[in-house]
């Protein structure tokens, strides 16, 4: 991606950020599966924060190469907490990929304070369950 593409989604377009989280067919539309990406965002709050997407795909998979330039742009968009940030992150993956089941967890920790700061955020399409496969992933 050009630096003038991630410069202008740094900077606060939402549609061009998600546009960064580019899909790819599902190559087996017949089973519940999880995926697991895992990235570092800058955050607001100073610093920086684990970023963890499990989602059961539908019809799309995130492209892994494009998520890292996604999360990377995610470092310069403003959000003012981590709640927001989770929040976005949920918003971008649900109207790119339309999962059938998603997690967002940060995690960041201030070097100063010693402290954790974590939040948790997950959505399904109507109807969806799959207990047995998500029950396998660690707690935040």
């Not at 895992?38 to 998520?67: C, E, K, Q």
């Not at 649900?94 to 010693?114: C, E, H, K, Q, Y």
Request: a negative charge; aromatic letters at 4%; one cysteine or more.
């Amino acid at each position: 991606m050009s630096s003038t593409k991630l410069a202008t989604a740094a900077h606060g377009d939402a549609a061009s950020l998600r546009n960064l989280l580019h899909a790819l067919p599902n190559p087996d539309l017949r089973h519940d599966y999880l995926v697991r990406l895992i990235g570092t965002v800058a955050h607001a709050g100073g610093g920086n924060a684990r970023l963890t997407l499990h989602y059961v795909p539908d019809r799309m998979i995130a492209d892994a190469s494009g998520f890292t330039v996604y999360v990377e742009a995610l470092g310069g968009a403003a959000h003012d907490t981590l709640e927001a940030l989770a929040a976005c992150v949920l918003d971008d993956v649900n109207n790119a990929l339309v999962p059938r089941w998603v997690r967002v967890a940060l995690t960041a920790d201030s070097a100063s304070t010693g402290s954790k700061h974590a939040v948790l955020i997950e959505d399904s399409q109507p109807g969806w369950s799959n207990d047995p496969l998500i029950s396998v992933l660690p707690p935040l």
